[in-house]
């Protein structure tokens, strides 16, 4: 991963978990509390591609996981949101993006659906049933419902800063520079190439050697020609 990706990826997956916890937690709304975390990990993984999303959701359940208060034992949050990203980023386009609203949409969903239920499941298997007092429908539910509603304010401006980070402004000014460098070049120097420039003749069969300004044309013999036309231009006058 690339140094711009880790860095917009930590303060994304930051500032979702302060939020999360600090003001979308403390609504107390019935069922499951909406995940805000889940959508930046979706939206980064939907423009990174799956093995980006794996790592960022990996790490940004991890951060999950040890965000107090956490009623859960560590990793199993970090588990779920790496599938959910590597799967979210399988979603991708090859060598383009997503021109629609529909697909981050049904992505949205079946994070929403995917991640209650592989919650739930890690949980059960690994005998931490802390937080399954809801029922799971209700849980699915509004879980949904809570996503589907934070995901048009969300969702695409995190897709739009992480398109923004992968685009490189020096590339293209450098691959300006350089293509108005060649064309200065050749501008300035455009007489080596010209027939009053200096050219250098082949050899001949008996072996002779180059000669430079040899042509008609050349810069000497241009030269030369004027300074004959002021002459005679003067003698006139006079």
């Known amino acids: ?73 560590i990793g199993r949050y970090a588990l779920v949101l790496c599938v959910i990203g590597y799967v979210a980023g399988l979603t991708k386009p090859d060598k383009s993006q997503h021109r629609s609203a529909s697909m981050p949409l049904i992505v949205v969903v079946c994070a929403a659906i995917g991640s209650t239920l592989l919650y739930a499941g890690v949980g059960s298997l690994a005998g931490d049933n802390a937080g399954n007092t809801v029922g799971i429908p209700l849980l699915l539910f509004t879980a949904t419902v809570y996503d589907l509603v934070l995901a048009p ?40 190439s010209t027939g009053s420039g200096l050219r250098m003749s082949r050899p001949g069969r008996g072996g002779r050697t180059p000669r430079i300004g040899s042509q008609r044309g050349g810069l000497l013999g241009g030269k030369s020609k004027s300074l004959k036309a002021v002459r005679i231009k003067g003698g006139k006058r006079l």
Do not use: C
């Open 153 to 192: 304010f969300s969702v695409p401006l995190v897709m739009a800063l992480a398109r923004r980070s992968e685009k490189d402004p020096l590339a293209g000014e450098s691959s300006g520079g350089t293509q108005s460098g060649m064309v200065t070049g050749e501008a300035a120097y455009g007489w080596l």
């Open 1 to 73: 991963m690339r140094i711009n990706r880790i860095l917009l990826s930590t303060v994304l997956v930051a500032v979702a978990l302060v939020v999360q916890v600090g003001v979308l937690a403390r609504l107390h709304l019935p069922g499951a509390v909406p995940d805000l975390v889940l959508l930046v990990v979706l939206g980064l993984a939907m423009v990174y591609g799956h093995v980006a999303g794996a790592f960022i959701g990996f790490g940004a359940g991890l951060l999950a996981d040890l965000a107090p208060p956490s009623d859960h034992a």
